[in-house]
């Protein structure tokens, strides 16, 4: 039995120890807070509602918030796209480039930024009177940053929009049309990913540890539940060849005048409302994408037939492992693009073209037959991993030592 002095001895000793780990936890939570700057993105979409306003640029609204000075410059080159930058204070212009000194504990920088883009004929981003489609990289350019070592950046976006309207990002949605971006291999967090705003219809699920939302303006012809279940069969086998594949995918789409197409980016991808789940010809688009969603580096400017050709050919692969197709689909599909990129002169363009990457997914289809399927993932994986981008030797290094000695299926 603990007498009762020693018990009161015991007690003291344990409050003394949980004030002082309580001090600890407030001292680091403090040091942590101090570290911290805070940065608010707000994009006012009201004008659309106005006449043609949705022709305009949109206002955008940019707040620095810190308790001292740790972020102390931002520097960009904006594109024609981007008018009216100004700032109370610290703001310059030289050589195309602008130049942001934030010389206090706050400061606000403003500027109109035309966000509907045309791709060839038709947008790849566009602001309607009913709903927006674009990417969030769009609201503010790359910058380049100056801050204090060991500083990071707690980054929202916010949108105020019209009546009705509603907002889907790739992040989680913190407040009414307000999210919190997240990039922790960055100072300052820049949003990315694929944007829709308007009257939304948006079907959501979680497949394979994926939150899935896919999101169309109300009333266009998008088959919603029909991509869920395509996504139902295919994204485990995906999550399969790509065990890092985001937790969080956003599909947008819409119908024209958007570009009949699909097109990736961070956890989000776009998709054309009349766009196929599988083409004739067997390969598929949605497939494509998110391989290239789940690569978290790029082919370098003369290897863009790396990227386009391994994407196309493991949207074969994927489906067919999935069981979407049978083997003699796959390899009538093969065949197929064997055929075509007959037409190819060469590989090593900055945009691969059709035949290129017909002619690139032959490629791959022999190096996977010539390392094996094990080798052939573990390949896939190194490249999906962040990191440079990769050129053709960097592909060939790769493979050699994925298969243990030289392979013979690359071009030289």
């Avoid at 120890?17 to 979409?45: N, P, T």
Wanted: glycine share 6%; charged share 25%; net charge neutral.
């Amino acid at each position: 039995m603990i007498h009762p002095r020693s018990l009161k001895r015991l007690t003291l000793i344990a409050i003394a120890l949980l004030l002082s780990s309580g001090s600890s936890w407030a001292s680091d939570a403090g040091l942590a807070k101090d570290r911290e700057y805070q940065i608010h993105i707000h994009a006012d979409f009201r004008h659309v509602a106005e006449n043609e306003g949705h022709a305009a640029c949109t206002p955008v609204t940019v707040e620095v918030k810190q308790n001292r000075r740790l972020l102390r410059e931002l520097r960009w080159r904006a594109p024609k796209s981007y008018q009216g930058f100004e700032a109370e204070s610290g703001l310059s212009h030289n050589n195309d480039e602008w130049v942001w000194h934030i010389e206090r504990s706050e400061g606000t920088l403003r500027y109109c930024v035309q966000l509907n883009h045309k791709r060839g004929t038709r947008y790849d981003a566009l602001i309607t009177p009913d709903w927006a489609t674009f990417r969030a990289d769009d609201l503010f350019p790359a910058t380049a940053s100056v801050a204090l070592k060991g500083s990071y950046s707690e980054t929202t976006l916010r949108f105020t929009l019209p009546e009705g309207w509603s907002s889907i990002t790739q992040y989680p949605e913190t407040a009414e049309h307000m999210y919190t971006i997240t990039n922790p291999a960055r100072r300052f967090d820049r949003p990315t990913g694929w944007v829709q705003l308007g009257k939304l219809g948006v079907r959501r699920d979680k497949i394979a540890n994926t939150r899935i939302a896919v999101s169309a303006p109300i009333g266009q012809e998008l088959a919603r539940l029909e991509l869920i279940t395509f996504l139902t069969f295919t994204l485990p086998t995906v999550r399969d060849w790509f065990p890092a594949f985001p937790d969080r995918l956003l599909i947008v789409s819409a119908e024209d005048p958007l570009w009949r197409g699909a097109l990736s980016g961070p956890r989000s991808l776009f998709l054309h409302a009349e766009r196929p789940l599988v083409s004739e010809n067997g390969t598929s688009t949605v497939l494509h994408e998110l391989v290239h969603v789940a690569m978290q580096r790029q082919a370098t400017n003369d290897a863009d037939w790396i990227d386009e050709g391994l994407a196309e050919y493991l949207s074969l692969v994927l489906l067919h492992r999935a069981g979407g197709i049978t083997d003699q689909r796959l390899a009538k599909a093969l065949s197929q693009q064997h055929e075509w990129g007959k037409q190819a002169e060469s590989l090593a363009k900055q945009s691969s073209q059709a035949e290129a990457t017909a002619r690139a997914v032959t490629v791959f289809a022999a190096l996977h037959e010539e390392m094996g399927d094990s080798s052939f993932r573990q390949l896939v994986r190194q490249l999906a991993e962040p990191g440079p981008a990769v050129s053709a030797a960097a592909l060939r290094r790769y493979a050699d030592a994925a298969h243990g000695k030289p392979v013979r299926s690359l071009p030289n």
